[in-house]
């Protein structure tokens, strides 16, 4: 058997997830649309007033982006271990973590990334100035990825389990906590002039910090899910 | 040095764990009423009234006590998930989840004491501060490892996933305890800290002192006490429950 070097393992995770997703994109559109009528519901609810809206806006959107991305995790490895790849990706001779990353790193190209990117347009609807706008892309590019690394973890553990989907809203979004803090406190920063130079560092900090535990704990689920 | 080892490794199994916690649990919880009488007595009869806040401060007593404990059970609960994880032993497990609802029980009585005092001294039961929110967390992620391990039928699987999320959610006791320090709030600072003298008087440090005591005493009896349930029903098929004289009459 040729050995298969680890780039061209993770790259090849990433290749298949990507494909699979687009021959089902309505699993990826259903969350996206999630995420922007959760959004649109916030003015109806609290009412038009655009001072207020420019106030909460920041908060809203990474809110919503949490529990976009919290609906998201179940096809995270749900479906591979209902079919046994799972099972062969852990026996697999490539490091488990490796494999973890590229579908992690799928994960967030379907859901952190798209969320990302429309972020603005909504941020528009609620009268975000430009400066804020920036603040907030910048702020949900860095933040989203940790999202997605902290619930693989809650993914793992849940698998196979009864009640997965809600059990794993119960156990990850607290620990979503200080990704909302300071990714919805980067704008409010911003917009008080004292920079969200701050907070997106501290952001960026957890991500470096999830990047390796994250994946770790992840293996370590999986592990003990399959057993 | 040898004979400690070995003495440590004779405990690690339910079979000689369970009669030993049976004898442990009546002295635990004396200790813990014995404990909590001293310093409820303390608190509300000995101590002055506070300067500033008056009476209200007296649930000073329960709730700074309930708040450390439920931090340091959470502690404890990751010690067991790791020695767990790391040496596969099975009454690791037993005990992270036999602690695990009675710190969620001081978790909330913490919660509640708070808001109680809150009102008198802040004029509100609730404020988003940094304390108050980890706290807060803290008490859901109590949940979230009950409802864990309540959801997984495999006590083995439910003990290591339980594990991994317990060591995951210890990231959050620095949280708590820097919170004070990163955001600052509504919230007073720490009254008592190790480096300088208290701040406050030595007789409301006391009774403070004392129902710490009393509570560590009663988590452990009831921890005892909810480890052995758990030991009988995980082990209803061994031979030694068998000849338990509880069992076989």
Same mark, same amino acid.
């Given at each position: 058997m040729?050995?298969?070097?680890?780039?061209?393992?993770?790259?090849g995770?990433?290749?298949?997830?990507?494909k699979l997703?687009m021959?089902?994109?309505?699993d990826?559109?259903?969350?996206?649309?999630?995420?922007v009528i959760?959004?649109?519901?916030?003015?109806?609810g609290?009412?038009?007033e655009m001072?207020?809206?420019?106030?909460?806006?920041?908060?809203?959107l990474w809110?919503?982006?949490? @529990?976009?991305?919290?609906?998201?995790l179940?096809?995270l490895?749900?479906?591979?271990?209902?079919?046994?790849t799972?099972?062969?990706?852990?026996l697999?001779s490539? *490091?488990?973590? @490796?494999?973890?990353?590229?579908?992690?790193v799928?994960?967030? @190209?379907?859901?952190?990334?798209?969320?990302?990117?429309l972020a *603005?347009?909504?941020?528009?609807q609620?009268?975000? *100035?430009a400066?804020?706008?920036?603040?907030?892309?910048?702020s949900?590019?860095?933040?989203t990825p940790?999202?997605s690394?902290?619930?693989?973890?809650?993914?793992?553990?849940?698998?196979?389990?009864?009640?997965?989907?809600?059990?794993?809203?119960?156990?990850?979004? *607290?620990?979503y906590?200080?990704?909302?803090?300071?990714?919805?406190?980067?704008?409010?920063a911003?917009?008080?002039?004292?920079g969200?130079?701050?907070?997106?560092?501290?952001?960026?900090?957890?991500?470096a910090?999830?990047?390796?535990?994250?994946?770790?704990?992840t293996?370590?689920?999986l592990?003990?899910?399959?057993? | 040095?040898?004979?400690?080892?070995?003495?440590?490794?004779k405990y690690?199994?339910?079979?000689?764990?369970?009669?030993?916690?049976?004898k442990?649990i009546?002295?635990f919880?004396?200790?813990?009423?014995?404990?909590?009488?001293?310093?409820?007595?303390?608190?509300?009869?000995?101590?002055?009234?506070?300067?500033q806040?008056?009476e209200?401060?007296?649930?000073?007593?329960?709730?700074v006590?309930?708040?450390?404990?439920?931090?340091?059970?959470?502690?404890?609960?990751?010690?067991?998930?790791?020695?767990?994880?790391?040496?596969n032993t099975?009454?690791s497990?037993?005990m992270?989840?036999?602690?695990?609802?009675t710190?969620?029980?001081f978790a909330?009585?913490?919660?509640?004491t708070?808001?109680?005092?809150?009102?008198?001294?802040?004029g509100t039961?609730?404020?988003?501060?940094?304390r108050?929110?980890?706290?807060?967390?803290?008490?859901?992620?109590?949940?979230?490892?009950?409802a864990?391990?309540?959801?997984?039928?495999?006590?083995?699987r439910?003990?290591?996933?339980?594990?991994?999320?317990?060591?995951?959610g210890v990231?959050?006791?620095?949280?708590?305890y820097?919170?004070?320090?990163?955001?600052?709030t509504?919230?007073?600072g720490?009254?008592?800290?190790?480096t300088?003298a208290?701040?406050?008087?030595?007789?409301?440090?006391?009774?403070?002192l004392?129902?710490v005591?009393?509570f560590?005493m009663?988590?452990i009896?009831?921890?005892?006490?909810?480890v052995r349930?758990?030991?009988?029903?995980?082990?209803?098929?061994?031979g030694?429950v068998y000849?338990?004289?509880?069992?076989?009459?």
């Amino acid at each position: 058997m040729s050995e298969v070097s680890a780039l061209s393992a993770l790259i090849g995770v990433i290749r298949r997830d990507l494909k699979l997703a687009m021959r089902r994109k309505s699993d990826v559109l259903t969350t996206l649309f999630f995420f922007v009528i959760v959004v649109s519901l916030f003015p109806l609810g609290i009412g038009p007033e655009m001072d207020m809206l420019r106030k909460i806006a920041p908060g809203v959107l990474w809110v919503a982006a949490l @529990l976009a991305t919290m609906l998201s995790l179940n096809r995270l490895f749900a479906l591979d271990y209902a079919d046994g790849t799972l099972e062969q990706m852990v026996l697999s001779s490539v *490091p488990l973590g @490796l494999l973890v990353a590229g579908k992690v790193v799928a994960h967030w @190209l379907l859901s952190g990334l798209p969320l990302t990117v429309l972020a *603005p347009v909504l941020g528009l609807q609620f009268d975000l *100035p430009a400066g804020s706008l920036a603040v907030l892309v910048a702020s949900l590019a860095i933040g989203t990825p940790v999202l997605s690394l902290i619930g693989a973890i809650g993914a793992g553990l849940t698998l196979g389990v009864r009640g997965g989907g809600v059990l794993v809203s119960l156990l990850v979004l *607290p620990l979503y906590v200080p990704v909302l803090i300071f990714g919805a406190g980067a704008v409010g920063a911003q917009v008080s002039g004292l920079g969200a130079g701050a907070h997106l560092s501290l952001l960026a900090a957890m991500l470096a910090l999830a990047v390796f535990f994250a994946v770790w704990a992840t293996t370590i689920a999986l592990r003990i899910a399959l057993e | 040095m040898s004979r400690r080892l070995i003495n440590w490794f004779k405990y690690s199994s339910p079979q000689t764990f369970y009669p030993l916690a049976g004898k442990m649990i009546p002295w635990f919880a004396t200790l813990a009423v014995l404990f909590g009488a001293a310093g409820l007595y303390i608190g509300f009869f000995v101590a002055p009234t506070d300067a500033q806040q008056g009476e209200g401060y007296r649930i000073i007593f329960v709730h700074v006590a309930a708040a450390w404990m439920s931090m340091f059970i959470y502690l404890v609960m990751a010690f067991w998930a790791a020695l767990g994880l790391s040496l596969n032993t099975r009454l690791s497990g037993m005990m992270a989840s036999a602690l695990a609802p009675t710190g969620a029980l001081f978790a909330f009585l913490s919660l509640w004491t708070g808001a109680l005092w809150g009102k008198p001294m802040w004029g509100t039961w609730w404020v988003w501060d940094a304390r108050l929110t980890s706290s807060l967390i803290l008490f859901f992620l109590y949940l979230g490892f009950i409802a864990l391990q309540s959801a997984i039928d495999d006590p083995r699987r439910a003990d290591r996933a339980g594990a991994v999320l317990l060591l995951v959610g210890v990231i959050n006791i620095p949280i708590i305890y820097f919170s004070v320090q990163w955001w600052n709030t509504l919230h007073q600072g720490a009254s008592v800290s190790l480096t300088k003298a208290p701040t406050m008087a030595r007789t409301m440090l006391w009774g403070m002192l004392l129902m710490v005591l009393s509570f560590w005493m009663y988590a452990i009896a009831a921890a005892l006490y909810r480890v052995r349930c758990i030991m009988l029903e995980r082990e209803r098929n061994a031979g030694w429950v068998y000849e338990l004289p509880e069992v076989k009459s």
